[in-house]
């Protein structure tokens, strides 16, 4: 069961339900006002010539939407009430993300800046950049679990892993800080809202809508582990760990589910 911390009451109190959304707006803001948001890509996109490519390529599989869903599937059997929660914000980040892809069309650096001047860790993409559906996946996955979640502490650790994914998209040269900014905030809106409208579906805790998430979850490790294709052969056995880590941590979860009556 949930902390009685987190009823909806609760969230809409609280500084982390509004102090990101609020904070990616501001920050949108300055990149957009004060014309930051070149000078900062460079910034961003320059970090792998002290760290390696490895280490974003594989951090920025993690925002990928296939695998942001499937690290979801450990908690099938355990907390019904952050599947079903997140199940209703990934269906709000996805209309979000490419809702606004479609509307806004805007070019990604790798169409706008020489190939001098970028570095490229994976496939080259050059439209729909506004915004990053990486860093959306990310924000609702971390908001979601946040709100489900009294530590303060993790919470912090979940805000603090969603940022740094989200800048990786810059780092391997795929989206520009204000794709970022947007996803976050349209990301973490996602969660909010995905958390306090399933508060209000019931329906979502029966084990009849349980095990139909769970089997779209595992039907989704399952193509995770042998279809998906992210366009970095580099990632490969990383996408296949986790496919395989969240079927195996799943299982205990999934035989008690299937088992009720």
């Not at 996955?141 to 502490?153: E, I, K, Q, R, Y």
């Not at 809202?193 to 019931?202: D, E, H, K, M, S």
Request: proline share 8%; with cysteine; glycine share 10%.
């Amino acid at each position: 069961m949930p902390h009685p911390d987190l009823s909806p009451t609760m969230l809409l109190r609280s500084p982390w339900f509004w102090g990101v959304p609020i904070a990616a707006l501001v920050g949108l803001t300055i990149v957009w006002g004060a014309k930051l948001n070149l000078p900062l890509f460079h910034w961003f996109n320059d970090l792998s010539r002290y760290t390696g490519e490895a280490l974003w390529a594989h951090l920025t599989l993690l925002g990928d939407g296939v695998v942001g869903l499937v690290l979801v599937l450990p908690f099938i059997g355990r907390r019904p009430d952050i599947v079903r929660a997140m199940m209703v914000a990934a269906l709000l980040a996805t209309i979000w993300a490419v809702g606004l892809k479609a509307l806004v069309g805007a070019p990604r650096p790798a169409a706008l800046l020489p190939s001098e001047a970028i570095t490229i860790i994976g496939p080259v993409l050059k439209q729909f950049a506004f915004p990053s559906g990486h860093t959306t996946t990310i924000f609702t996955l971390a908001g979601v679990l946040c709100f489900h979640t009294p530590s303060g502490a993790l919470r912090l650790l979940l805000l603090v892993f969603a940022v740094v994914v989200g800048c990786s998209r810059m780092v391997v040269g795929a989206h520009w800080p204000a794709d970022v900014l947007a996803g976050a905030f349209g990301g973490w809106v996602a969660a909010g809202a995905g958390t306090l409208l399933a508060a209000r579906w019931r329906g979502g805790l029966r084990p009849t809508a349980q095990r139909g998430f769970a089997l779209l979850l595992v039907i989704l490790a399952v193509w995770l582990l042998l279809f998906h294709h992210t366009g970095d052969p580099q990632t490969l056995p990383f996408q296949r760990l986790i496919a395989v880590s969240a079927l195996l941590v799943a299982l205990p979860g999934l035989y008690r589910l299937f088992r009720t009556p």
